[in-house]
């Protein structure tokens, strides 16, 4: 079993930044974990789960939604056994609740993953 927990959701202007943290416990955790795909989601109110991006826990390499390129990154610290998204230059249409998942191989597939967390808000103003 895996456990994982968002922190650093919040409210924030248009233009502004904010940083979400996703800490691993379990399975997730550890240099060798088997979990290697570490992803961020986010689903808006009526709206379907969407990918964000995804880093591979062992190598490295990133992967981001278009519509996040350029504006967020994701990063991860394997002793701390956490991952992070920088949003920078955020929209109104970036607000959503952000959850952040462990899985064994897909990155951009959102049926790829096994473990997800409980989710943090992140609301931004006009």
């Known amino acids: 079993q895996a456990q994982l927990a968002e922190s650093g959701g919040g409210s924030v202007q248009a233009g502004g930044s904010l940083r979400l943290s996703c800490a691993a416990s379990?399975?997730?955790?550890?240099?060798?974990?088997?979990?290697?795909?570490r992803a961020w989601f986010r689903q808006a109110p009526g709206k379907e789960r969407e990918f964000v991006a995804a880093?591979?826990?062992?190598?490295?390499?990133?992967y981001y939604a278009d519509s996040v390129k350029g504006r967020f990154t994701i990063s991860r610290d394997n002793a701390k056994n956490s991952v992070y998204l920088q949003m920078n230059s955020l929209k109104p249409e970036d607000t959503a609740v952000y959850y952040c998942?462990?899985?064994?191989?897909?990155?951009?597939?959102?049926?790829?993953?096994?473990?997800w967390g409980q989710g943090t808000q992140v609301a931004v103003s006009s």
């Open positions: 880093i591979n826990w062992l190598s490295g390499s990133t």
């Open positions: 379990g399975a997730a955790s550890g240099r060798t974990s088997r979990y290697i795909a």
């Open positions: 998942a462990a899985g064994r191989s897909s990155y951009y597939y959102i049926g790829g993953y096994d473990y």
